[in-house]
């Protein structure tokens, strides 16, 4: 299996993508299709990424003074460069991150949803008006550009999660530096060029600095994590770098805005549509090779369902087409390196050892991309929730538990640290309400009758526990972008104080 070079030039030259001289310190991309690299982009230092913080301050000042609405008409323009691209865009998320087509389309077109969502939003920021005690007094709260906004993003979703931020803060006045995956490094630099045609459509008002992106390795993380000059920074990706993260951006009293690890449970009852759920794990479960923070990993099934349920997965796992991602009628591509690959197998020999069966899970295409890691997504029955299922591997192993009462299934599908996505498939509606009700999943999404993966943009996207607590795209995820002020406002010629005080002079 070989990428053929003149794709990867006609994708990047469509997208305006220049690669670096090679005498410029440069990170190269590799394709997890065939091990073999893409290009090269310029590497940035501690030191450039500084300045970058600095250009971004002054852009701030200039920003947050454009109405939100003309704001917002840069985010519409982007879209339309997202739209006229997203073939060329949806392909090199493919190339670089390895997703089939269509899941790289759907990521560019979650990106035009989230530009269409920000543009709605900027003339919809608004604060309430609260009743004042004080006679004559009128309180409410305004919500101000917050800053410059650092992001730090994962090879998994390249470009959706940091349009999210990306879309939101510009609309919200602020002025956006990105670090993304160094195994995505030309998909960031498409999105600064896409980006970059939307500036010069839109005109003089926009000032220099707008979006940056620093290329590089820990230390370029680091840079914008220490800069008090980052009042935001929104991270993706594992729960240990989240630990790294918050702590430093908390020591600065900086807001950071985290989403991490999931361990995403699906909850099958036994009066559940086998057919509906099957479909509906098999999706999460296997789908962008089990390396989505919202990959349904456990499944719960209630024991009477059991077998027939398993019969069923196991028949959609044997007729999966793993391959090329980019040949039409691929479900299922390669892992990202031989890291992820490695990882993988440790967890299975790890679940064997803690008494699993495991079906699948074996490398294959090896003679063909001996550079490159497809495997047969993995089921493996447990005897029950033991350490390694407890920990989120990025990788398409579906764990499989039992349960007989319902409280139970609940119990074990709280029992983990992290609490991202989830779901219950079920046709009995005191299941289902009890799922989704405050004694049900702990999750920040909790789902019935679909999977666990491919929310929508129109919701707040995030988890709790070790997930982090962030909340990004829908919703009021915007408040996580500006910075409220109450204002109280006297209209009288009096001073009443609140609380009754009083202070006579
Ligand atoms: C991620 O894996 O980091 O819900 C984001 C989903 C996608 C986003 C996933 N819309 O699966």
Redo the contacts with the bound molecule.
């Keep these: 299996m070989k990428v053929e070079r003149d794709i990867v030039d006609r994708t990047l030259a469509e997208l305006g993508v220049e690669c670096p001289g090679p005498q410029e310190p440069g990170l190269v991309s590799v394709s997890p299709i065939d091990g073999a690299p893409l290009g090269r982009v310029r590497m940035h230092t501690a030191a450039e990424v500084a300045g970058m913080v600095e250009t971004a301050r002054q852009a701030y000042a200039a920003w947050r003074l454009v109405p939100a609405p003309r704001r917002g008409e840069l985010i519409r323009l982007y879209a339309d460069e997202l739209r006229a691209h997203k073939q060329a865009l949806g392909r090199l998320v493919s190339l670089e991150a390895g997703k089939i087509i269509s899941e790289g389309q759907g990521e560019v077109q979650?990106m035009v949803d989230i530009c269409d969502f920000a543009l709605g939003l900027s003339r919809q920021l608004h604060g309430l008006t609260i009743a004042s005690e004080r006679p004559g007094h009128r309180m409410m709260e305004t919500w101000h550009p917050l800053g410059v906004v650092g992001v730090i993003s994962?090879f998994?979703?390249p470009v959706?999660?940091w349009s999210w931020n990306f879309a939101l803060a510009i609309v919200c006045g602020n002025p956006v530096i990105w670090k993304p995956s160094e195994k995505t490094l030309l998909a960031a630099q498409a999105c600064l060029a896409l980006f970059g045609r939307a500036l010069r459509r839109y005109g003089d008002e926009a000032p220099a600095g707008l979006a940056q992106v620093a290329q590089g390795g820990r230390e370029v993380g680091e840079a914008l994590v220490d800069d008090p000059g980052v009042a935001l920074l929104s991270a993706?990706g594992s729960t240990a770098m989240g630990r790294a993260v918050g702590p430093r951006v908390a020591a600065r009293f900086g807001r950071s805005l985290l989403?991490l690890g999931?361990n995403n449970g699906v909850i099958v009852a036994p009066s559940a549509d086998l057919e509906l759920a099957c479909r509906g794990i098999v999706f999460a479960a296997v789908g962008?090779c089990g390396?989505?923070?919202?990959?349904t990993r456990r499944l719960i099934v209630h024991a009477d369902v059991r077998e027939a349920l398993l019969a069923r997965l196991r028949q959609a796992y044997a007729h999966l087409s793993i391959g090329d991602p980019l040949a039409s009628g691929t479900l299922v591509g390669p892992l990202i390196d031989a890291a992820a690959f490695d990882a993988m197998q440790a967890a299975l020999r790890e679940a064997v050892s803690q008494g699993a069966v495991v079906h699948g899970g074996r490398r294959v295409l090896e003679r063909k991309a001996p550079k490159a890691y497809y495997v047969e997504p993995a089921i493996a029955e447990m005897p029950g929730q033991t350490d390694v299922v407890r920990r989120e591997t990025f990788a398409p192993i579906l764990y499989v538990m039992s349960y007989r009462e319902y409280d139970e299934a609940i119990a074990m599908h709280n029992e983990v640290s992290q609490g991202l996505?989830s779901a219950i498939f079920t046709n009995d509606l005191r299941e289902a309400e009890s799922f989704l009700s405050a004694a049900g999943s702990d999750c920040g999404?909790a789902n019935v009758n679909l999977g666990?993966?491919?929310?929508?943009?129109g919701g707040a996207?995030g988890g709790n526990k070790e997930t982090g607590g962030g909340r990004e795209s829908g919703s009021d995820a915007w408040k996580n972008y500006m910075r409220r002020a109450t204002n109280t406002v006297n209209y009288s010629r009096q001073l009443p104080l609140a609380q009754g005080v009083k202070f006579d002079i």
């Design positions: 979650e994962a998994n979703f959706a999660v993706t989403e999931g962008t390396q989505r923070c919202t990959t996505s999404i666990t993966s491919g929310a929508e943009i996207f």
